[in-house]
Structure formats: C-alpha cells, structure tokens
C-alpha cells in the first residue's frame, strides 16, 4: 500500500510538471514547425525508391485528421501538428523533385554540343560554363540534358552568357558519390538543372549572339564586369576576396588562401551571409538617416527609421541578386528583410520566430538546401547565437560604467559570440569535412571586427562609387583590412595542432547532435537541459570517431583502388585526384598526403595489405589468369573467367559496369560489401536499375 502511496505521488508531480511544461512552452512550441518539415524532407530523400507522387498529400490529410481529432489536447495538437509539418516536407520535397526534372546523359559520348551560356566560373583548371542544351550530338530532343557544364581549354577565350555556342569535347552523367555515404553530387547537380559534365577537346564557336539571357545573363554580366574592376583595383588574393565579398565572385581565390582561412576558422567570410547582408544593410541605414536628419523639419516631422530601412532593404535585394543568391545569402536575405519591416512596423524583429520563418521560407521554395553543409551551418551558428540573445546577458549597454568597462564588456560579447557559433557549428563541420578548426574563436575575434568596422563599409563605399568610376578610393583602404585577414589565416594555420583531423561518422550521430542543440535552443524551460547529454555525447563520438575507415574502397566503374592499412592509404594511381582527396579526408588522414602505392606494370597492379591478402587490379587479360590464381580481391573491368575460384571476392564488370562507389569492410568475419548505388537506390538522379553483387567464394 505504501509503495502504491509513493507510485501515485510521483505520477500525479510528473503529471503537474508535464502541464507547467505545457503552460511554459505553449508559445513556443510553433518553432518545432520548420524541424518536422526538414524532417519529412529527410525522410523523402532518404528512401532507397522514388514514392508515388500521392504520398505527400494523403499524409498531410491524415495529419490533417488527426490534427482535428485531437485538438483539445495540447500534446496532441504538438504531436499531430509535427506529423502535418513532416508531411508538408515530405510533399514540397516531392513536387520540387517533379519540377526539376530532366533528362539525365545515360552513357558517355564525344561530340559537339550547342546552346545558350547561363554562367561562367573560373577554376584552377580554366574556365567552366554552365550552357542550356539545345543540341548534343544525334541524341532526340526529348533526351537531351537541360543543362551541361563543361570546362572550356585553358587557352580558349570566356564566352559572354547569354551568347549560344557550340564545343566540341566528352561528356558524361554527372559523377556518383566517390564512396557510399559522401556527398551527393550527382544529387545536388540534379536539383540545379546539370544532365552532363564534361570537357572540350577545341576551342567554342560562337553560334549567334543570344537575347542576353534575360534578367539573369544581365546579372550575370553584371556581376562579371565589377569582379573585374574590383581585381583591377586590388591584384592577387586581396582583390579575389574583396570580390568575394561584393559580388559573390570566389573564383579567383587561390587554393592557398582558401585553405588557410578554412583552418583558420575564418571561411565563413567567404561567403556572403548573415555578417555581410546585416552589415551592407546596416551601413545604408545609417547613412540614409544621418542624411535625412541633416534638416531638422525631416528629423522632426518625417519617419526617417522607416525611410531609412525601406532604402536598406532596397541596396540588400540588389546586393542579393548581385551576388548570386547562394543559400547563405537568401538566408541572410530572410531575415534582414523581416529585421527591417520589424524597424517599419515599431515591431521587435530579433526572435527566434524569425529564424523559424527564415528556414520555413527556404526549404518550401527549396527543400534541397536542407542537404547542404552552407544551409546547416548557417541556420546551426543564428540559432544557438539568438538562443543566446534571448537569454537577455548581452540586451544593450552596460547601465553604468565608463568607456573601458564598456569597451570590456564589447569585447567578451565578441568572444562570446565567435564561442557560441564555434561550438554550434562544430558538429556540422566534422560531420561534413571532418575537420575542426581548433583555434577559431581567437582568429574571429580579430577578423569579425576587422569585417564590421572596417572592410564592409568601404566596400559598400565601392559599390556606391562604382557607378561614378571612383571605387578606387575606397577599394584602397579595404584591401589594407583584407590584407590583414589574410595575413591572420596564414599566421594561425601555421600553429601547431591548427586543426583537428576525424574520420567520418554515420549519419545518426549528426541527426542526434542536431535534435539535442535544437532541444537547447528552441525551448526555454528547465526541461530543455535534458538535451545537453545527447549533444555532448554525439559531439565526442564525431570528435573521437571510433568508426573505422572501409578497408577496400573502389571508385565508379572500377577506375581507381584503395586500401587502408597501417593509417594510411595505398591507390593504384601515382596522382592525387578528387576521389583520393575524399577518401583520405574520410578516414581522418591529411588531404596533402601522398600515401602508398601498389606495385604495377602495364598489365595491373598488386598490393599485399595485412588482414586483407593479396588486392589485384587487372587491366589486360594476359595477366588475369595468374591474378585469379593469387589474388584474394580481384577488380577488373574485363570478362572473369567461370574458372577464376581463387579470389574470395571479384569485382568484375558485372559489379562495376552499373556504376557507383563501392566500399568493402573487413571484421574478423564475413566482409561486408556496400555498393552506393544500394545506399542512394532508385531515385530520379540516380538513373540506375539493375544492381549485381560482387561474387564471393
């Protein structure tokens, strides 16, 4: 009876926290909304099969249902209300995956093709175009790609976009993951139109001279002829990164100095976000009303905030159509936008409600971004940072106090807040580089200051001047500041221990250190502390990553080979392409290594791996009688002979043909093969079918 006594007691003080929790968080319990939208975006692209096109909508009408059933219950309002959210994902998922849809290259071909150039980009290799296929070789129209990308020769000139062209070169789908469980490319060239990627074998014709692209080629010309402006004025990196910064253009930005910002931990710069829209917005609403507080009758009589923030969010759309549009950028966008109507409407515009409206608003137009690291990063660095804020510790200035205490408390505020989006962050990065920058926090607090105060404003001075021909004047004095953040990112890389190198985890992990940060953040209770553990747990398992590394990794169609052994990797290829950079990023190594290499000849290559046994890669039938006779991993694209029982695992073209990365584990066992066309499936982008295994003995 007593123990009775005591189980009802506790029920009944669960049950009244339960309802102080519901009380507490009833306001805020809407922010879920956007989470169980990524959710069902998730989960659609996580199916290993396309779902009929009518899945999406019946489950918003059975969430719908169970919505109205039980809608006089909080905890079932939250429960269907997510299911409903998750639902609408899942459908807005679907119908982009529909719009998008075009025709993918299914096979390899050399010939010429011929359309309308949407944009050019400079890489170490030359110059890429983006064009809009009208024509590529004898293929019908119905199966030509929407859209190639293709990298012109380094002698050939640039072509204008909006001008039609015709190249001559090899073209191919666009390339699977380079291991089961990497980044999707193919995936996210889908969703941005690309069928095809290749190179030219000779240099462009130009067809005729297109209607300039429309809005866009304009734009884009746009875009073009300041970035070269901007690199007149300021040679070398200074004027790439300045050009970055404006424009959008990180083009010229040498390998060096983007990898030394990386493992500064200042690569965020890179990229036009949050930091760049608030201040580029910020310094024209500063500007417009200390121009219209000149006459005392405007100061008095007219709404110079109002004014003021209509004129910054005018200079910010431009700013983001300028630029490009990138998924930082439309964020930062978001939310300066609804900053600014809140200066207009006398409405508090800092709140977590509006990152909630921000990421609801992307992810509707497109739920692709949510796969991406720049939209993960971003969201994961605002979020903690306004969690923080609404806290109230760092709600305007000091009440007393002189200048220094004030110029103190400034700098920990900064501090604070380069800590807070650092740790926020830190999950994101391992998960999708594997890399931390263990020395962010001090770099940040000298290059954010240098950014607000110093280089932003000149450079909206630039952009200002453009038009009269004087951007120099103040191109000048922001190539000082960049110059000071390059040689910040150089300086810091070369510390010891500047970054911290891990192999790569499952996914789950990021999805656990994911859902408990936004526990923390998004409620306001006590309650949401019981996330603290999941996110310091997941956040060691990335840090320590006790997962091994694939001891076998095959690339698409069998091309190249790797073994990790002895924490390092051997390859049948003396050159160190993207394929190699990825696998050893993966496994924690350093990506400058050079590793190991089989032993070949020209007719394959052998390498004898502890644990493993002897891994062959044959190249010509002379030798594949004697590689089946000795070797216990045999790959080769050509014809196994029914005789070949030796190897206890063949990868022959069966296996490789259909394409795809293929990743081998060892375990005292049986080894366990996994193919990334299994991990990816049937899906719109994938364009594969017929799936055969490995034969094993």
Known sequence: MRDWTKSRTRLVAAAAGLARFQ?????????????????????YFDL???????????????????????RRRWGSVFSAGLLLAGAAGFSAAQFRTMNVAAPVLERSVTAAVAGMVEAVRMTPRGRRVILRVESLGRLPAETLPGRARILLLKRDTAPAPGNRIRVFGRFRPPPPPVTPYAYDFQRALFFDGIGAVGFALAPHSAEADGNGGGKAGTLEDLRQVLSERIRAAL????????????????????GSAETAMRDAGIAHLLAISGLHMGLVAGCVFGFVRL??????????????????????????TFYLLLSGAAVPTLRAFVMTAIVLCGVVLGRRAISMRLIAFAALAILLVRPDYLLSASFQLSFAAVTALVAVYETGYWRGPPRSGGPFRKAVRHLLLLALTSLVASLATLPVALH??????????????????AAGMWIMPWGVAALVLMPLGWESVALVPMG???????????EIQSWPYATHAVGAAPGWVAGLAALSGLWLCLWRSRLRYLGAAPL????????????????LLISDRGRLIGVHTDAELATNSGRSGFETLVWRRRAGL????????????????????????????????????????????LVTRIRVPKGCIRPRLIFGPRELRPGGSIAVWFDGGAPEVVYSRDVRGDRPWTGRRVFPKAKKD
């Open 235 to 254: 040679p070398g990196d200074t004027g790439a990164l300045a050009a970055a910064l404006l424009v959008g253009d990180r083009d010229w930005i040498s």
């Open 291 to 316: 121009l219209l507080s000149i006459s005392a009758r405007t100061a008095l009589l007219w709404p110079t905030r109002a004014i003021a923030a209509v004129a910054a969010l005018s200079f910010a």
């Open 432 to 449: 999708h580089f594997q890399k931390a920058a263990l020395y962010g926090v001090a770099s940040n607090l000298l290059a954010v200051p």
């Open 590 to 633: 350093p990506e400058n290594g050079r590793g190991r290499r089989f032993e070949c000849d020209p007719l394959g290559c052998v390498f004898e791996a502890a644990g493993i046994g002897t891994v062959t890669w044959s190249s010509s039938a002379q030798s594949l009688g004697d590689d089946c006779l000795k070797a216990d991993i």
């Open 48 to 70: 290993p099969f396309e779902p009929p096109l009518w899945t999406g909508p019946g489950a918003i009408l059975i969430s719908a249902f169970a919505l109205l059933v039980g």
């Open 23 to 43: 009380e507490a968080e009833r306001e805020r319990a809407g922010l879920w909304l956007p989470v169980g939208f990524a959710a069902g975006i998730l989960i």
């Open 536 to 551: 310091i747990l997941a956040s060691i398992l990335l840090l320590v990553s006790p997962w091994p590394p694939p001891a």
């Open 480 to 490: 000082w500041g960049l110059s000071l953040v390059l040689s910040l990112a150089a």
